[in-house]
Antibody, heavy 129, light 110 residues
Framework: EVQLVESGGGLVQPGGSLRLSCAASGFTFSSDWMHWVRQAAGKGLVWVSRINSDGTSTSYADSVKGRFTISRDNTKNTLYLQMNSLRAEDTAVYYC??????????????????????WGQGTLVTVHS | QSALTQPASVSGSPGQSITISCTGTSSDVGSYNLVSWYQQLPGKAPKLLLYEVTKRPSGISNRFSGSKSGNTASLTISGLQAEDESDYYCCSYAGTNTWVFGGGTELTVL
């Protein structure tokens, strides 16, 4: 069974930093592409970032580009999100989610274009002074 | 990276069918057959219902079906049940390795 467990959320002041972790189990983490998605209270889902299976390719939403960094350690089956220069509008529950390996109709020339499939339960980040 | 447009709410009676629309642009929904749908119960993580417009993951009821025409994708739930009452989100690949979600639709089963 796929299990994703986020941690590292908490209260941080504007301009501060936080690193989120996502521990993965129940699947071959090193083969899967991974996403971070966030959701402010009472609001919709917003895609944040994606990383390929070996960590060499990343992408970001414009709203976090230059401030957030996604990374992974396949030896520890763990996904990370380093968040710097945090703003009040970054306050949200942050979910990590797997997107499978690059296969089927969502795989184009070795690049997975798959949206998230399995999700963790999320970790709350609050940016407030 | 503007959010896809979904109706804020829809409703239906048990046994009926409902359809939730998801309207994007020619840069996202209209360009790729990479639309997914999620169900999110209150306080829970989203659950994948459909991917690549029409495909259902293992374990998802065939009461959930998807389609796409032009820049609009749709989720249809047939034989509506009380447990279908939830929030529903669409998501589309939006090019240059980015994704965009819809604003979400609250489904009420009357």
């Amino acid at each position: 069974e796929v299990q994703l467990v986020e941690s590292g959320g908490g209260l941080v002041q504007p301009g501060g930093s936080l690193r989120l972790s996502c521990a993965a189990s129940g699947f071959t983490f090193s083969s899967d592409w991974m996403h971070w998605v966030r959701q402010a209270a009472g609001k919709g889902l917003v895609w944040v970032s994606r990383i390929n299976s070996d960590g060499t390719s990343t992408s970001y939403a414009d709203s976090v580009k230059g401030r957030f960094t996604i990374s992974r350690d396949n030896t520890k089956n763990t996904l990370y999100l380093q968040m710097n220069s945090l703003r009040a509008e970054d306050t949200a529950v942050y979910y990590c989610a797997s997107a499978g390996n690059c296969s089927g109709g969502s795989c184009y020339s070795g690049v997975s274009l798959a949206s998230p499939d399995s999700w963790g339960q999320g970790t709350l980040v609050t940016v407030h002074s | 990276q503007s959010a896809l447009t979904q109706p804020a709410s829809v409703s239906g009676s048990p046994g009926q069918s409902i359809t939730i629309s998801c309207t994007g642009t020619s840069s996202d929904v209209g360009s790729y057959n990479l639309v997914s749908w999620y169900q999110q119960l209150p306080g829970k993580a989203p659950k994948l219902l459909l991917y690549e417009v029409t495909k259902r993951p293992s374990g998802i009821s065939n009461r959930f079906s998807g389609s796409k025409s032009g820049n609009t994708a749709s989720l249809t739930i047939s034989g509506l049940q009380a447990e279908d009452e939830s929030d529903y989100y669409c998501c589309s690949y939006a090019g240059t390795n980015t994704w965009v979600f819809g604003g979400g639709t609250e489904l009420t089963v009357l």
